[in-house]
């Protein structure tokens, strides 16, 4: 399983921006949903490796957050709140926020794994994420516009898309190259795999079909 825990950088300067992200964290499909763990920190469990992904992507975008990844198990039954859920997962995530916290100027996440085997594709898929978030971080708000336009009407053409933007085709066209829309794509598929393989490899299934005690 992957814990996800995230704690917001400068909060003294910039407010509690905790129910924001909790917003934007609603549409992703969890084990344990997304809340808030104590102060300005935000947890939950996940099963999906590309949902991770997805999320990391997303909350990256915020540039508001430290985010840490721990892969694991967990105690079973599962609570009905990750704030009183335990496990490896629990801890390995623990780890790798703080680290994240002392990462400089890096793209501030990690991902720790709770088993030895594992490590080298923890580090992997970290390192491919942070590189997506290189990627991610340096977008415009304009090019934003363009690449929201794109994931909101999958199926509309570029010249559609220019159309609703009222801008030409060839903008748009240049958009996706200078945002590095492939990229990302091919980016976020390897760090699904590698994350994929460091989970299989602590021995729990993603596919498991873990709900909450009742």
């Known amino acids: 399983m992957f814990v996800l825990t995230m704690d917001q950088r400068g909060s003294r300067t910039q407010g509690d921006r905790v129910p924001q992200l909790l917003d934007i964290l609603t549409p992703f499909q969890t084990v344990l949903s997304f809340e808030r763990s104590v102060g300005d920190e935000v947890q939950a469990l996940l099963e999906k490796p590309e949902i991770v992904v997805e999320v990391v992507c997303r909350v990256l975008r915020e540039k508001d957050w430290y ?54 594709w923890a580090t992997a898929a970290e390192a491919v994420l942070v590189l997506l978030g290189d990627v991610v971080r340096r977008r415009s708000v304009a090019e934003w516009r363009v690449l929201d336009a794109l994931d909101a009407h999958p199926d509309a053409s570029q010249r559609d898309i220019a159309g609703q933007l009222k801008i030409t085709p060839q903008a748009v066209s240049k958009t996706i190259f200078r945002a590095g829309r492939q990229e990302e794509k091919q980016g976020r598929h390897a760090a699904t795999l590698l994350l994929q393989t460091a989970n299989n490899t602590t021995g729990i299934s993603p596919a498991q079909n873990v709900g909450p005690a009742s």
């Open 67 to 120: 985010i840490g990844i721990g892969i694991g198990e967990v105690e079973l039954p599962l609570p009905q709140s990750s704030r009183a859920a335990a496990g490896d997962a629990f801890i390995a995530a623990r780890e790798a926020v703080e680290a994240a916290k002392k990462s400089g100027e890096r793209v501030p996440v990690q991902v720790r794994s709770a088993l030895h085997e594992s490590t080298p």
